[in-house]
């Protein structure tokens, strides 16, 4: 039955959106993409396609940066959203979009391991060391899964009492990447743990797709403490292995690595003391011996040593005085026959004498004339003499 009032175009559309909305509410709907556009603004646009059948698909910038791959055009997608009326048209405002098939999907995964290897989000140049002794460990995992268990259990085992701070979130299934970015963040929200481990147990590929999300990457890489990634086994290796600073292969195995063995840590202890005693015996031992050297004597012994040896040097002194006085004496003495033997005195003692006269000591006849008064200097007294007569040397007398 109509009602008695008309419906404005307002009123029917948004009675279309309500039914619409009620009935289906989110739905998968695969499809083949065409028309596809990417705005400037971000907001993806395109065209599902079956036959001659389409509906327009719209997503909004926010999901289209979570995508995991480029989309193409005319790939099969499974796109899941919802149908609305925008504009007097039908169209799926869809939240989350996936290529169709192993094919696709892994081609989307390379494709985003190469756009986040090519940022550098993967160089083992940032990967951070694990801190030695962790006083907290952060776990982000399933509260109800094993992994949670072996983990703690080996934890236990290595180091009792290491404080624990658990972020529960799913680990599997449609929106657990979200779950699991949002338990990192809580983590690091707490502010205690030194390290996180990010872990569950094997599983297939699909259910190990949380851990390639782009997001879950971007988180790990932009945690503030190292990341340990434990996720499925040896032979599974996702996004969430390649970025976080260290990739175990269990939850067991990141115990063994975010905690050391307190036996361990007991034996470098003893061993380390041990090492400090030797080395302490043995400055010890070194120091005697050096003293030992140094012959340390008492302070009156020392004044006794010292005065014999000032005695000994008195008397060496005391000898050494007329010693060199003798010395000296002898010197004199020969200095004085020295002198004596050049002395004209001592040739005047021969029986020799000395002519002198005004000019002094007359050595040759020539230098005299007769009638000269000389001086002779005999050894003892002397004489008043004039002269009579000159004979030089090769002439006849000269007298006047």
């Known amino acids: 039955m109509p009602r008695e009032r008309p419906y404005t175009v307002r009123e029917l559309v948004g009675e279309l ?20 556009k990417v705005a400037a603004s971000g907001h993806l646009y395109a065209t599902l396609v079956e036959g001659p059948d389409a509906v327009r698909v719209t997503m909004m910038r926010s999901e289209a ?54 940022e550098g989000l993967f160089s083992p140049d940032r990967k951070r060391p694990l801190p030695r002794l962790p006083r907290c460990v952060g776990v982000v995992t399933s509260a109800r899964g094993a992994a949670l268990q072996d983990f703690l259990t080996v934890l236990k085992r290595r180091m009792p009492g290491t404080c624990v701070v658990l972020a529960s979130c799913r680990v599997q299934g449609e929106g657990a990447e979200h779950e699991v970015v949002s338990a990192l963040r ?20 699909e259910d190990l ?30 996004l969430c292995d390649l970025v976080a600073d260290l990739r175990v292969a269990t939850p067991s195995a990141a115990a063994e690595r975010v905690v050391p063995d307190r036996r361990e840590l007991r034996a470098e202890l003893v061993q380390r003391q041990q090492r400090l005693v030797a080395g302490f015996q043995r400055n010890v031992a070194a120091k005697r011996a050096h003293l030992a050297r140094r012959k340390l004597l008492h302070p009156g012994e020392r004044v006794a040593r010292g005065r014999e040896r000032l005695g000994r040097l008195q008397q060496r002194l005391a000898g050494s005085g007329p010693r060199r006085v003798a010395h000296q004496r002898r010197a004199l003495l020969a200095a004085v026959g020295r002198l004596e033997a050049l002395s004209p005195l001592a040739v005047l003692g021969r029986g020799y004498a000395i002519a002198l006269s005004e000019a002094g000591a007359v050595r040759a006849a020539g230098e005299v004339r007769v009638g000269d008064a000389l001086e002779i200097r005999l050894h003892q007294g002397r004489l008043d003499v004039s002269v009579d007569a000159v004979h030089a040397p090769g002439s006849s007398a000269v007298e006047h």
């Open 209 to 238: 797709w949380a851990f390639q999300a782009e997001e879950v990457v971007r988180a790990v890489a932009a945690c503030r403490v190292p990341v340990v990634s434990a996720v499925g086994h040896e032979v599974d290796v996702t």
């Open 186 to 205: 809580r983590v690091e929200a707490h502010g205690q743990a030194e390290v996180i481990v990010v872990t569950r147990g094997g599983g297939s590929t």
């Open 65 to 118: 940066q979570r995508l995991r791959w480029r989309p193409q055009e005319g790939e099969l997608v499974r796109a899941l959203g919802r149908l609305e009326v925008f504009r007097g048209s039908l169209q799926l405002r869809v939240r989350a979009m996936e290529p169709v098939g192993e094919g696709a999907r892994a081609r989307a995964l390379e494709a985003l391991r190469a756009r986040l290897a090519e």
């Open 17 to 36: 959106q309500r039914a619409l909305w009620d009935i289906w509410g989110h739905q998968w709907v695969i499809g083949e993409l065409s028309q596809l």
